[in-house]
């Protein structure tokens, strides 16, 4: 009887995490993958801004995105991963 309180009690007054926060985080293939994607994307965008308005918009994501890409890549020779290589 007391386990069933008590387990009502941690379902009802326990905050629940998110359902975010129970997914398994992307592997770092995965994570290396998307970062790629993310500067192929910004490089695209990049190369066919026209609007003077936009292009430090542009050359801003351009820098973050290679910035991402770089820490991804570097912490994924740091664990050892290795991987099929695309060409972008």
């Not at 026209?50 to 351009?62: C, K, Q």
């Amino acid at each position: 009887m007391k386990s069933a309180v008590s387990g009502l009690i941690d379902k009802v007054l326990l905050p629940q995490p998110p359902e975010a926060l129970k997914e398994k985080p992307p592997s770092m293939l995965e994570a290396v993958e998307q970062a790629r994607l993310e500067w192929l994307a910004a490089r695209r965008y990049f190369e066919t801004v026209t609007d003077p308005d936009l292009i430090d918009h542009a050359v801003y994501l351009l820098e973050a995105a290679q910035r991402k890409y770089t820490y991804v890549l570097k912490k994924a020779r740091e664990s050892n991963v290795r991987g099929k290589t695309s060409t972008g």
